[in-house]
């Protein structure tokens, strides 16, 4: 028998699924994958590696190469660019729905459109950056991990404080849980749709600013606090004014991401120039809004020093929603597979709060 229990808005603390994957520790400390701390991962396994640990459950599984592939009719505007060819790749590759293919047929469309994804991301920065050629596939295919082949497929050449700091990011932002856009994906994958579907479905959820898009804010508000020199007032202006403070601020943790302890590290190691400015406006924020939200933990969360690292690899900031998609590719993957292979059919229920006989 089924029941129907009390209305949560945004599904807050709802158990939707279970997950042999991660999930985050409310209260901060560690991230692991499938029980692996991400920390000691990072630069010793590259990303690939780690979408085989999440996918697979195996570090010495890796994500494929992508194939050579021109996608036609890109904008140049990423992440709208990714979620069209990601959907595309569905009809292109005949792709098979989920209930009608076997798991390892889902696994290997999932590393084949992961390997993509990245690539047509590559080639949208390209266009943006005014390129209307394409970087010779053997110039790519000497990149020897994601990362470099990324940096080769977008500017013909990867420089490696920026191989490390997209390899870094992309590890820590790899997989969080049943956020929007994992949750998205496995919704999608319920009803048995083909594994682009839910791959592009999510990229659309990622790309809201309350989820994947924050970086794109944080480099600007980090310039405008630099060139005003005075953070506690900027951000008493911005609370004052109703704004929300980018980079701040979590549905599950109520003590400091990991992610961003980690890349905040990197940032630091990297040399990135706004590592000052931006550790001043953290603790700026942090306290004014301890001050004024006291029962409402709000710390800085993964997109803050990420929008650090990624100026690093010289990331302009609109491109960082698709920067964080790539990332999540392997998230994304392993939830669709796990749906796939345990999951029900999604349909929760809705309260009617509309008008009664109305008449015509
Ligand atoms: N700056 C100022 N106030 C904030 C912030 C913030 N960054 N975040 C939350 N608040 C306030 C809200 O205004 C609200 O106040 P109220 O109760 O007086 O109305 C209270 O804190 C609770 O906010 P909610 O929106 O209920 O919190 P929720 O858990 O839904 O939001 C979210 C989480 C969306 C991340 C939010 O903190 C936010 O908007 N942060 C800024 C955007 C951001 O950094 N996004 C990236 C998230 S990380 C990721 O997705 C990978």
């Given at each position: 028998?089924?029941?129907?229990?009390?209305?949560?808005?945004?599904?807050?603390?709802?158990?939707?699924?279970?997950t042999d994957?991660?999930?985050?520790?409310?209260?901060?400390?560690?991230l692991?994958?499938?029980?692996?701390?991400?920390e000691?991962?990072?630069?010793?396994?590259?990303?690939e590696?780690v979408?085989?640990?999440?996918v697979?459950d195996d570090?010495?599984?890796?994500?494929?190469?992508?194939e050579?592939?021109?996608p036609a009719?890109?904008?140049?505007?990423?992440?709208?660019?990714?979620?069209?060819?990601?959907?595309?790749l569905?009809?292109?590759?005949?792709?098979?729905?989920?209930?009608?293919i076997?798991?390892?047929?889902?696994?290997?469309?999932?590393?084949?459109?992961?390997?993509q994804?990245m690539?047509?991301?590559?080639?949208?920065?390209?266009m943006?950056d005014?390129?209307?050629?394409?970087?010779?596939?053997?110039?790519?295919?000497?990149?020897?991990?994601?990362?470099?082949?990324?940096l080769?497929?977008?500017?013909?050449?990867?420089?490696?404080?920026?191989v490390?700091?997209?390899?870094t990011?992309?590890?820590?932002?790899?997989?969080?849980?049943v956020?929007?856009?994992?949750?998205?994906?496995?919704v999608?994958?319920?009803?048995?749709?083909?594994?682009?579907?839910?791959?592009?479905?999510?990229?659309?959820?990622?790309?809201?600013?309350?989820?994947?898009?924050?970086?794109a804010?944080?480099k600007?508000?980090?310039?405008?606090?630099e060139a005003?020199?005075?953070?506690?007032?900027?951000?008493?202006?911005?609370?004052?004014?109703?704004?929300?403070?980018?980079?701040?601020?979590?549905?599950v943790y109520?003590?400091?991401?990991?992610?961003?302890?980690i890349?905040k590290?990197?940032?630091?190691?990297?040399g990135?120039?706004?590592?000052?400015?931006?550790?001043?406006?953290?603790a700026?924020?942090?306290?004014?809004?301890?001050?004024?939200?006291?029962?409402?933990?709000?710390?800085?969360?993964?997109?803050y020093?990420?929008?650090?690292?990624?100026?690093?690899?010289?990331?302009?900031?609109?491109?960082?929603?698709?920067?964080?998609?790539?990332s999540?590719?392997?998230?994304?993957?392993?939830?669709?597979?796990?749906q796939?292979?345990?999951?029900?059919?999604?349909?929760?229920?809705?309260?009617y709060?509309?008008?009664?006989?109305?008449s015509?």
């Open positions: 028998m089924s029941t129907v229990s009390d209305f949560k808005p945004g599904l807050e603390g709802v158990v939707a699924v279970e994957i991660m999930e985050p520790d409310r209260e901060g400390g560690t692991r994958y499938r029980g692996i701390d991400v000691p991962l990072i630069g010793k396994y590259p990303y590696n979408w085989g640990l999440l697979d570090l010495e599984s890796v994500m494929p190469a992508p050579p592939y021109e009719g890109l904008t140049g505007r990423a992440p709208s660019d990714l979620q069209a060819q990601t959907a595309r569905s009809g292109l590759w005949k792709l098979g729905k989920l209930n009608e076997s798991d390892e047929q889902a696994r290997e469309d999932l590393g084949r459109i992961s390997a994804m690539s047509i991301v590559a080639q949208s920065a390209r943006a005014g390129h209307i050629d394409q970087v010779p596939d053997d110039v790519v295919a000497k990149g020897k991990t994601a990362a470099e082949k990324f080769l497929k977008w500017r013909g050449e990867a420089d490696p404080a920026a490390r700091a997209i390899d990011y992309w590890v820590c932002t790899a997989e969080h849980g956020n929007g856009s994992t949750f998205t994906a496995r999608v994958a319920s009803t048995g749709a083909d594994c682009g579907a839910a791959l592009s479905a999510a990229v659309g959820a990622l790309s809201g600013p309350l989820h994947g898009g924050a970086p804010y944080v600007p508000m980090l310039d405008e606090v005003m020199g005075d953070p506690e007032k900027w951000v008493s202006d911005a609370l004052d004014a109703g704004q929300r403070i980018m980079g701040f601020g979590h549905r109520r003590a400091e991401d990991p992610r961003s302890r890349l590290q990197t940032a630091r190691e990297l990135s120039p706004q590592i000052a400015i931006a550790e001043r406006l953290e700026a924020a942090l306290a004014e809004l301890e001050r004024r939200k006291p029962d409402r933990p709000l710390k800085t969360n993964v997109e020093y990420s929008a650090l690292v990624l100026d690093v690899a010289q990331v302009p900031p609109p491109l960082a929603p698709a920067m964080f998609a790539c999540r590719v392997a998230g994304w993957s392993a939830h669709i597979l796990e796939k292979q345990r999951g029900r059919l999604f349909r929760p229920s809705a309260r709060t509309g008008p009664v006989n109305r015509l």
